[in-house]
């Protein structure tokens, strides 16, 4: 009873957030952002124990791929993306709509297969290498699409604006991103609890126990991939339309700026939790937001160095460290030494 | 398309040609082997996975840059990068490697991962985000009717490469330090059992990785370009190679660096040198990729 009122009111106040703070608009919903990829970073590296470094790699290709058939529904790629075009190229209200919306799903779809694709490769990879390689992919999808003409090169593809209003445009997209949020979180908690998820944790505490225990390894890694890839496009494809305008190297595969915030993220918030992402996302948002504009230039060496003093001094991240202080709020009794004794 | 197909073409008409990629692969390649033996040897002794090593290459070539503005001669550059970054590597050890040491792998790599951001962007707000390169002032040596140029400073670069090299293998072989390491690489606890000061042997081993660097990063500046963010692809590189040779290989490293040097040159050659950057990467996938069908066959995983 005391939970659901908790999220009824959790409900309330996401809905109510834009318009009472209409000021932060943009930067709640990438807050949002933060947390949905977040969230799918900790699918994989918190609960299956596959640590990817190359998960931009989907949200830079859900961009890419909702802005191309959102173009290309209505005209040629090739010759919008020119960068020589001199013809103004417009899109009607019902054109933007309904290309936003099949983009963003279509990302979100393609994503997922070309998971399944990638990971069929790289799971066979453990640990670091794991990590390394997923890296090497974002990396080299970034340079090639930059390389790559038809998708406007190095330039990168600037979407038509949002027709109407500016202010209903920014509750528009913080909506869509807050649904998909929100959507994340019920689906996960949903499957944490079923027998999908403890194969997947099965997975992360010893995949070759888990394998002769007679699961699956390959197929349950697979479908995790694709279910956070599908959402990592989800978000990537809406990205795309709020920012307009997007390039490859920076903006859609940025390897160093949100493809290694998530792992942050999930580290300040505590790995294999399922609100620790969310509590590091938000966490780190407020930090980075409120601290980037005093550094001047030296942000990005505050970033590294949270990062080294996350993962070397505090990687269990707030949540661990709640669950190792604090362990009856999680459900977990622990019994007095005597009685451990005992049952051992 | 087209051009892809006449570049190939060329390559088949002006056999000269392969001679001089061939040629610059191999000098490029040289260093290349260099920052990949400090990397095989700190994963070999202390299962670190560096990914700020690029990055101590780059640190490594501003040194010698910044003492070359200062009026230094440039060859002098190369030992002074050489015990500078000893130091940095040494400082490096003591506040966070020996920290990440005992710990689970993507530990390491992330917390490396950090330091590569954090020191590309200290180097990028203190000389500025501009190519810099020391020019000698060296004659170039021309073959085959000028077809392949071999400009003396890279081959004063490659013999300094090489004999770094080799006083590094020699250190390795006969010194006792070089024992030490190379026991505690074997076995961490039996070598603490026999009277080895691991910690030591680890913080040595680990300045030793970052002065090779420093040093590399010292004779890339005299031949190409240094950039604060060009690091990362020579982490990849090192990582390429590291990976396709095996640890504890070092002929295997050589001829990887080399072999990758010559790669690179070609796919440049061929595809245009805007995809270099994505050549040195795909490469690495392909490596994987082999060693994971490779480690298939004997029914393994590659960790």
Known sequence: MKKTIFYVLLLIFITAAPFMFPAFRTQLATLWLMIVV????????????????????????????????????????????????????????????????????????????????????????????????????AIAAGELVANWEWVGGGQG??????????????????????????????????????????????IRDDEEKAEAMGIHTLRYKLTMWALAAFFVGIVGGISAFQLIHFEPLETAYQTINLGIFMVVCVLLGGKGTLWGPIVGAILFHVIKEVTWNYLLGWQWVALGALIVVTVVYFQDGLMGWLMHKKPEWFGVRIEKKESVGEAS | ????????????????????????????????????????????????????????????????????????????????????????????????????????????????????????????????????????????????DGFVDVPIAKLLGVTMAAALAAGVIYFMKTSRMGQAIRATAQDARAARVLGIDTEKVYSFTFSLNAAICGAAGAIIVMVWVIQPFYGITYSIRSFVIVTAAGLGNLPGVIAAGLGIGAAEQYGAHIFGIGYQQAIAVLLLLLVLVYRLIQQRRLRQSLK
């Open chain 2, 1 to 144: 398309m087209d051009q892809i197909l006449g570049n190939i073409s060329l390559l088949f008409e002006f056999p000269i040609v392969n001679l001089k990629i061939v040629v610059d692969g191999l000098m490029i390649g040289a260093l290349f082997a260099l920052a990949a033996y400090g990397l095989a040897l700190v994963w070999g002794v202390m299962n670190v996975k560096n990914l700020a090593q690029g990055d101590f290459v780059i640190a490594g070539g501003y040194v010698a840059w910044y003492l070359a503005k200062l009026g230094v001669p440039p060859l002098l550059g190369v030992p002074a990068a050489f015990i500078l970054m000893w130091g940095l590597g040494w400082v490096i050890y003591k506040t966070v490697i020996s920290r990440v040491i005992e710990r689970d792998l993507f530990t390491s790599l992330l917390a490396t991962f950090g330091l590569a951001i954090m020191m590309a962007q200290i180097m990028n707000l203190l000389f500025g985000s501009d190519t810099q390169s020391i020019q000698l002032q060296y004659d170039t040596l021309y073959f085959f």
């Open chain 1, 157 to 202: 593809i600037a979407l038509p604006v949002y027709p109407g209003d500016l202010d209903n445009g920014k509750l528009f997209f913080y909506f869509l991103f807050a649904v998909s949020g929100v959507v994340l979180f019920i689906f996960l908690k949903w499957l944490y609890g079923t027998r999908f998820g403890a194969a997947v944790n099965a």
């Open chain 1, 38 to 137: 977040s969230m799918t970073w900790d699918m994989t590296g918190g609960q299956m124990g596959y640590n990817s470094l190359g998960n931009i790699f989907f949200y830079g290709t859900g961009m890419y791929v909702a802005a191309i058939i959102c173009i290309g529904l209505v005209h040629d790629v090739g010759i919008y993306n020119d960068a020589s075009r001199s013809e103004i190229m417009k899109f009607t209200d019902t054109q933007y709509f309904v290309g936003a919306i099949v983009g963003i799903i279509g990302a979100g779809i393609f994503c997922a297969i070309t998971a399944v694709i990638i990971g069929y490769v790289t799971f066979g990879l453990r640990g670091p290498y794991f990590a390394i390689g997923t890296l090497g992919v």
